[in-house]
């Protein structure tokens, strides 16, 4: 299984930034230490160019961030402070999905170690995302030829938002969001699904979301290749995240997303999405268990899997 970092372009913020940037690096070590990262599965991703973003994103936009031109209103609701080094960094993390995105189509699941940025729109970024990473990889490995239809499983606690609008009308992409119903953004978009939750929602509720919500997405999707926003902030406690799951329930939910996904033959390519919990390392943890669980099921193999891949281009974009 190839897994793709990108902690060591620094984004620099200021001291006492609520964005928990130390959860990557520690995430890579904890990866490295296990052996998950061996014989090469860790890599580098290559930067998205302009040409990959503008897949997506609007060319005044991609301009603005490069050159630093920002207005303070932009930069304020981005939620990172310009340098080039939030412009690079972003650029890599796009890479890192699109990485993973290849990656599972050959191997049945890829594993980018940051991603999942949901909050940015076409024209504008948003709740700490600068790119669109998982919308540029879909545009990008459609036009590649390398898969006709993706489902997006946004299982973060927050809605994909800024997704939810690129692709609206699209159906080519699939966008599936269970989030919480009274968190950030304030202003929902609408998803192909969105299955609500209220605050304090457990493992039980969530999990029966999540397990309606795959089971739609990839019916009505017919996915070749499915996105995964594996989000650590429904854990209990989390900062931003306002539902109560356990780790052992989001471990619950990492499973059941890879065997519906195996069952369905519909490669895997994971992204990590938020994550806040007043301890690191609690958010590292379920990260961790994230990759720890899709290695598992990219060692057993995907039933059906060949057949996905022989059907994949077949499918009109």
């Known amino acids: 299984m190839q897994i793709f970092y990108s902690d060591h372009f620094v984004l620099p913020l200021p001291p006492g930034h609520r964005f928990p940037m130390a959860k990557y690096s520690l995430l890579r070590d904890r990866i490295e230490a296990s052996g998950l990262g061996a014989g090469g599965a860790l890599r580098v991703p290559e930067a998205a160019t302009d040409a990959e973003l503008a897949t997506v994103h609007h060319p005044d936009y991609l301009r603005r961030v490069t050159e630093g031109t920002l207005t303070p209103q932009e930069v304020r609701r981005m939620g990172f402070p310009w340098s080039p080094g939030l412009v690079e960094r972003s650029r890599r993390s796009v890479g890192g999905t699109l990485g993973a995105g290849r990656a599972a189509l050959e191997d049945g699941v890829g594993v980018n170690l940051s991603g999942g940025t949901h909050h ?154 938020g994550g806040y919990a007043p301890f690191v390392e609690d958010t590292v943890d379920i990260h961790f268990n994230t990759v720890r669980i899709a290695s598992g099921y990219a060692a057993a193999g995907t039933d059906g899997l060949d057949e996905a891949k022989r059907s994949a281009v077949s499918h009109e974009r």
């Open 120 to 273: 940015a729109f076409a024209d504008r970024g948003e709740g700490f995302c600068v790119f669109n990473d998982v919308a540029v990889a879909t545009r990008v490995i459609q036009r590649e030829g390398l898969a006709g239809r993706i489902a997006v499983l946004d299982l973060d606690v927050h809605q994909g938002n800024g997704t939810a609008a690129i692709f609206r009308g699209d159906p080519s992409a699939f966008t599936l969001s269970v989030h919480g119903a009274n968190n950030f953004p304030f202003r929902k978009e609408a998803s192909d699904l969105d299955l609500e939750l209220p605050d304090g929602s457990g493992d039980e509720a969530f999990l029966a979301a999540a397990k309606r919500g795959v089971e739609e997405a990839l019916e009505r999707s017919g996915a070749d290749l499915a996105f995964y926003l594996a989000g650590a902030d429904p854990f209990h406690g989390d900062r931003l995240g306002r539902l109560a799951m356990t780790k052992g329930g989001l471990e619950d939910r990492d499973h059941l997303v890879f065997r519906l996904c195996s069952q369905a033959g519909v490669p895997v390519a994971v992204v990590m999405g």
